[in-house]
């Protein structure tokens, strides 16, 4: 089965640092592109950015960049999304979702998605 | 960045309707416009790619048109598992952004 695999539940306190991690299984891990999406409580979607497994080639959305940084371990099929300073509005959910790029063309969709990793930050 | 406007952002249907959401792209965008369907407390799931392109394994009743900044997802015969949040996206150039969401609710 194809699927993507989210790391579990995390609480932490503002100004810690997470790593939240997204599993790749029953696919080439390589052949396709992983992006990271936001769902804060009661909103919608937002871009975050994505990562190329093969060469960590990655794009972040200005609205992201320097906030997250995102990395991967393509020998266990895995991708990272990370932050060095957690702020109470970090509070969401993050779900990672594939993209089929190779042969110079590209899925035009995130067909597969993970379960999502919901981050609380509270003091 | 390329804004998405959905419309509307909520409706209210029946089972057996018709429904009709649109997505307008603030610029030209092709065919590289997605929708997904979430269901509450779950995660997104791909119908449509490509604009038109039905993802395998959804339902028919589903279709998807447009291109450029114009785009419509039509749900045909609305059945009691559709009503849920839809969500279009870009994937023309970064950053991939997605609509506001359109909330389908039982009338």
């Known amino acids: 089965e194809v699927q993507l695999v989210q790391s579990g539940a995390e609480m932490k306190k503002p100004g810690e640092s997470l790593k939240i991690s997204c599993k790749g299984s029953?696919?080439?891990?390589?052949?396709?592109?992983i992006g990271w999406v936001r769902q804060m409580p009661g909103k919608g979607l937002e871009w975050m950015g994505i990562?190329?497994?093969?060469?960590?080639?990655?794009t972040y959305s200005p609205s992201f960049q320097g906030q997250v940084t995102f990395s991967a371990d393509k020998s266990i099929f895995t991708a990272y999304l990370k932050w060095s300073s957690l702020q109470a509005s970090d509070t969401a959910m993050y779900y990672c979702?594939?993209?089929?790029?190779?042969?110079?063309?590209?899925?035009?969709?995130?067909?597969?998605w993970g379960q999502g990793t919901m981050v609380t930050v509270s003091s | 960045d390329i804004q998405l406007t959905q419309s509307p952002s909520f409706l209210s249907a029946s089972v057996g309707d018709r429904v009709t959401i649109t997505c307008r792209a603030s610029?030209?965008?092709?065919?590289?416009l997605a929708w997904y369907q979430q269901e509450p407390g779950k995660a997104p799931k791909l119908l449509i790619y490509?604009?038109?392109t039905l993802q395998s394994g959804v339902p028919s009743r589903f279709s998807g048109s447009g291109s450029g900044t114009d785009f419509t997802l039509t749900i045909n015969s609305l059945q009691p598992e559709d009503f849920a949040t839809y969500s279009c996206q870009q994937l023309y150039s970064y950053p991939q952004t997605f609509g506001q969401g359109t909330k389908v609710e039982i009338k």
């Open positions: 990562i190329y497994p093969g060469d960590s080639d990655t």
């Open positions: 610029q030209d965008i092709s065919s590289y």
């Open positions: 029953g696919y080439s891990f390589i052949s396709y592109w």
């Open positions: 490509g604009a038109s």
């Open positions: 979702a594939r993209r089929y790029c190779g042969g110079g063309r590209c899925l035009n969709a995130f067909d597969i």
